[in-house]
């Protein structure tokens, strides 16, 4: 998998092209982004690029998988692994810290396990056919 500090660093990466996009003009910084969480890597990357990028955009992870899933803290320290790796590639990157406080998970979207869709998911495929 690549829940892990290089794998993060993708995610770090989109949120800093997602700056970019927004300092160009292209379009307007989300008020939130949302993501599916299953061991937590994209949540982990795109909370540490948008705190590197200076985004106040807010980003929450919906939980998918019922495998080991993962909670705040573990997630808040991938992020800040991931930083410390970033950190040794680039030793002028400023030092910003992710903490669980910030990390935003919804779990109610879950269904009776992986890969089981919610009530509500089925009459939202039911009404999409």
């Known amino acids: 998998g690549g829940t892990n500090p290089l794998g993060v660093l993708g995610f770090v990466n989109a949120a800093l092209e997602l700056k970019e996009q927004i300092d160009a003009g292209e379009l307007p910084a989300p008020d939130w982004i949302f993501t599916p969480v299953g061991s937590g890597g994209t949540l982990a990357g795109l909370l540490l690029g948008c705190k590197l990028a200076g985004l106040t955009t807010r980003v929450a992870g919906v939980l ?3 495998i080991l899933p993962p909670g705040a803290g573990r997630i808040a320290r991938q992020a800040n692994k991931a930083h410390a790796f970033l950190r040794r590639l680039a030793a002028g990157l400023p030092y910003v810290h992710v903490a669980a406080s910030e990390v935003h998970l919804e779990r109610g979207f879950l269904g009776r396990g ?3 869709p919610t009530e509500a998911a089925r009459q939202a495929r039911d009404q999409l056919q």
């Open 64 to 66: 998918v998988t019922d």
């Open 114 to 116: 992986y890969g089981a």
